[in-house]
């Protein structure tokens, strides 16, 4: 097996993409500085053994996506199986303005580059990669309601930038995935994230094309260790995966996350395929 991944420079893409390795499958990521790995020896072994290829790109600029497919599809000998696109950005603070994401699009134009360069030999529905793509919980008019009262103030004080970048990558998933989208229900994005228009951009799948697509959204992420490990010995889950929206509940650790990605989402795709994944400690 195959991965491309996106945003694997560190947490969650990281994380992920080490399990992947850890499993025998081969994996090309894309990086804006593949000198990010020099001093991490696990990887470097990976890299050293034509396990991991690194590729010099950029997620915001359309060539440098459509070099790393290029590569992942040479890497895996004419297939990708799986790709994993966890791209985000941290807001910085601005006195005028709060926590702002520079740039605003981040998360959002970089989704539309990989749509956009896909390769034709991939683009059927016998060839399809299966697409993982992390955006959050709390994003959507909905899913924010179901959050509880105390995170609602902080989710819209200081993410809120990146999670209006979010909305606009789960818009676009919505129409490759031939989703339904209300601006009533899941919010209207904004033009500095997604331009109108969008949906005509050169490259991008016509509408319900895709359909192998889970999105991963997962609560308040923290740096904690990964619980779901442990807890298998004891034959517990340790967090909660349920597909559409949960009531309550806080966080889950970014190396959670990348195990449901893994051990859920890949493994166990048919359960999965075509679904928001909500997840969170009980």
Same mark, same amino acid.
């Given at each position: ?10 947490? #969650? ?5 080490? =399990?992947?390795?850890?499993?025998? %499958? ?15 020896? @696990? ?5 050293? @053994? ?15 996506? =459509? ?11 004419? %297939? ?27 998360? %959002? ?25 992390? %955006?959050?919980?709390?994003?959507? @008019? ?17 993410? /809120? ?50 359909? =192998? ?13 990964? =619980? ?6 004891? /034959? ?24 449901? #990605? ?8 048919? @359960? ?11």
């Amino acid at each position: 097996m195959h991965a491309f991944v996106l945003g694997g420079s560190k947490n #969650i893409g990281y994380y992920a993409a080490l =399990r992947l390795l850890e499993q025998g %499958t081969t994996v090309t990521f894309l990086l804006r500085r593949t000198s990010v790995f020099d001093n991490d020896e @696990q990887m470097q072994s990976y890299v050293k @053994q034509g396990k991991a290829t690194l590729v010099a790109g950029d997620g915001l600029k359309l060539e440098d996506v =459509r070099k790393g497919w290029e590569a992942a599809l040479e890497a895996g000998h004419g %297939t990708v199986d799986v790709v994993l696109f966890s791209i985000g950005g941290v807001p910085n603070f601005h006195l005028t303005k709060g926590f702002v994401l520079d740039p605003p699009d981040l998360c %959002t134009r970089s989704l539309l580059n990989l749509f956009r360069t896909m390769p034709p030999a991939l683009r059927s529905p016998a060839t399809q990669p299966r697409f993982v793509v992390v %955006t959050s919980r709390g994003i959507t @008019q909905h899913s924010h309601s179901t959050l509880p009262f105390a995170l609602r103030g902080f989710y819209g004080m200081f993410l /809120g930038s990146p999670h209006m970048d979010k909305l606009g990558a789960e818009r676009i998933l919505a129409h490759c995935m031939g989703r339904p989208w209300s601006t009533h229900t899941d919010g209207e994005t904004k033009e500095n994230v997604l331009p109108p228009g969008w949906q005509k951009l050169d490259g991008l799948p016509a509408e319900g094309e895709f359909k =192998r697509v889970v999105i991963v959204r997962p609560a308040l992420l923290t740096d904690g260790e990964c =619980r779901a490990d442990e807890a298998r010995k004891k /034959g517990k889950p340790a967090y909660k995966a349920v597909a559409g929206e949960e009531e309550g509940g806080y966080t889950v650790s970014r190396r959670d996350t990348a195990h449901f #990605i893994v051990e859920g989402a890949v493994k166990n795709w048919d @359960q999965w395929e075509g679904k928001g994944v909500c997840l969170v400690y009980h």
